[in-house]
């Protein structure tokens, strides 16, 4: 499904840049200023939360693929198998917070803004791009491997950090309270839920692909 009307892709990608850079700044803001933190410990934990790093990638993407010309970085961005692993990345972290998180934490006024943008107005916002202007045709089942690369990595940099602060930026990955065989399974369960919904995305875009090529 890919809408050809001239302008609508940059569109699309004008509103989720502008929203995605607008959403990081207001919870940066809120997160330096309203805390109660040192600086330091402060810009710390902002980054500690996969929701900012995902958020910040469809920033760059978005913003990077709006520029004219072509380069590096913008070939990069603009291919479908790298629109639908920031796709997935942002669709299961969502799923996420509003199955789980959403219960312990109920944010009010000018935070409730920052969380609803986050968490929900970008990754819709994502979520039609990726669906309107993306080719899904060439995506493999071997680009899985290389999606959950980012997912690790998170991980791998949350788990250590909280090892060395003890400050864990979500509930599950808390090992002073779960323990770490817990937080080991829980990791395991994230990366399985990355990996059925890189499955879901994939299998979607081998249908379109299989649909176009029959028209």
């Known amino acids: ?38 600086l330091t410990e402060a810009i710390t934990r902002y980054f500690s939360y996969f929701t900012i790093w995902i958020n910040l990638v469809i920033a760059v993407c978005c913003a990077i693929s ?15 198998a790298a629109v639908t692993a920031i796709a997935v990345y942002i669709t299961a972290g969502a ?20 969380d609803e943008l986050l968490h929900l107005v970008v990754p819709v916002l994502f979520l039609m791009y990726w669906l309107f202007f993306t080719t899904k045709s060439t995506l493999k089942w071997k680009h899985i491997f290389l999606w959950l690369i980012f997912p690790f990595a998170y991980l791998l940099f949350a788990l250590t950090c909280g090892a060395i602060d003890h400050f864990y930026p979500y509930p599950f990955l808390d090992v002073t309270i779960n323990g770490l065989n817990t937080v080991l399974l829980n990791c395991v369960l994230m990366i399985v839920s990355l990996v059925i919904s890189a499955l879901v995305f994939i299998t979607y875009g081998k249908m379109e692909g299989s649909s176009t090529q029959k028209l």
């Open 1 to 38: 499904m890919r809408i050809q009307q001239p302008g609508a892709e940059r569109t699309i990608l004008l509103i989720t840049a502008i929203t995605a850079w607008f959403a990081l700044g207001l919870q940066f803001y809120l997160s330096i200023y309203t805390s109660g933190k040192d």
């Open 66 to 80: 709006l520029m004219p010309g072509s380069n590096r970085m913008k070939s990069f961005f603009k291919k479908p």
């Open 95 to 114: 799923i996420v917070y509003h199955t789980v998180l959403r219960k312990i934490w109920n944010p009010e006024g000018i935070n409730r803004v920052a």
